[in-house]
């Protein structure tokens, strides 16, 4: 299973997910009602997410934990583009 990008978002430029490790697993969730799904895994579920609260922005990552989820490279990148860009 792997994570594919379904919106370009700035904090995700540069990772290339097509070539990551496959990911072991992953929390199965549903994106809710006006938030967007920036990956999801290739089955089709949600991976991230994000949406708005109040005057702010939630954020949803859902692998399996570590080490279980493996992709563990791919992850750290993507904390800290996250991190980083303050999405």
């Not at 949406?51 to 904390?79: F, H, K, M, N, Q």
């Amino acid at each position: 299973m792997r994570a594919v990008r379904v919106r370009p978002v700035e904090f995700i430029d540069g990772i290339d997910f097509a070539r990551s490790p496959r990911l072991l697993g992953f929390v199965k969730a549903e994106a809710k009602e006006g938030s967007e799904t920036i990956l999801r895994v290739d089955i089709d579920k949600p991976l991230l997410v994000r949406w708005r609260y109040g005057l702010g922005r939630v954020i949803a990552l859902c692998p399996t934990p570590e080490p279980l989820g493996g992709a563990v490279g791919s992850l750290d990148a993507l904390r800290n583009a996250v991190a980083a860009n303050g999405a």
